[in-house]
């Protein structure tokens, strides 16, 4: 029962240097987000899609892309890593039935990837 | 622009007290507010949501109110334990948009 797989869950980057943070979820979810956590400050979204092969932009995309081309996989990239992008970040799911949107966004998480960039 | 605001970012209780974790916010389209719970190297997971046509919703140790003439909620855990320590985040949403807006969080800390 393993939810939200975030790997890996350290890294260490140099500046300029590239990676992904690959997001794996078993519950058939539609819906999967990407966030951001910094001292002080809520999650911000980064990235979402709502459903396999679609993305869309969040609060903060600017220096990340994302790719969706299997449902349960959500990935997220740094092309070319800043110190201002040291953070912990975390993948999350939910589900939505139907087309009919509604209700409270309960999301699933995963434990995070603490991303240093030197 | 701040939309929910946890102003305060910690919160010390004895054992066995009740703990009151307030939240803010600004935008009067939210339909529903939810509550997360967060330990230290894990991500947040679920604890308590509330709809906008509530005041009040219970569940075990954890009771969220709304007061939304104040855009005020507040989450209240009887009796406290060890085990709350956590960070709480405050969140919501409108109906129809998937987008969670959150708070900063609130560091509670349960002394023995």
């Known amino acids: 029962n393993a939810g939200v797989t975030q790997t890996p869950k350290f890294r260490v980057l140099k500046t300029g240097q590239s990676m992904t943070l690959l997001c794996a979820q078993d519950?058939?979810?539609?819906?999967m987000y990407w966030y951001r956590q910094d001292p002080g400050m809520g999650l911000r979204l980064i990235h979402y899609?709502?459903?396999?092969?679609?993305?869309a932009k969040g609060e903060v995309p600017d220096g990340y892309n994302v790719s969706r081309l299997k449902k349960q996989n959500f990935l997220l990239g740094l092309e070319s890593a800043a110190p201002s992008q040291t953070s912990v970040y975390f993948c999350?799911?939910?589900?939505?039935?139907?087309?009919?949107?509604?209700?409270?966004?309960?999301?699933?998480f995963g434990a995070g990837s603490r991303l240093t960039v030197l | 622009d701040q939309q929910v605001k946890q102003n305060s970012p910690s919160l010390s209780v004895q054992e066995g007290r009740i703990s009151i974790l307030n939240c803010d916010y600004t935008?009067?389209?939210?339909?529903?507010f939810l509550w997360y719970k967060k330990y230290p190297a894990e991500g947040p997971t679920f604890l308590i949501s509330?709809?906008?046509i509530k005041d009040k919703n219970e569940d075990g140790r954890f009771t969220v109110f709304l007061n939304k003439s104040a855009k005020h909620l507040s989450l209240h855990i009887v009796p406290s334990q060890p085990g709350d320590s956590a960070v709480y985040f405050c969140?919501?949403?409108?109906?129809?948009?998937?987008?969670?807006?959150w708070g900063a969080g609130t560091k509670l800390i349960i002394k023995p």
């Open positions: 899609s709502v459903g396999e092969g679609t993305t």
């Open positions: 999350a799911s939910s589900y939505r039935a139907g087309r009919v949107i509604s209700g409270a966004n309960v999301l699933t």
């Open positions: 509330i709809s906008s």
């Open positions: 519950m058939n979810h539609e819906y």
């Open positions: 935008n009067s389209m939210f339909d529903y």
């Open positions: 969140a919501a949403n409108m109906d129809s948009n998937y987008q969670l807006i």
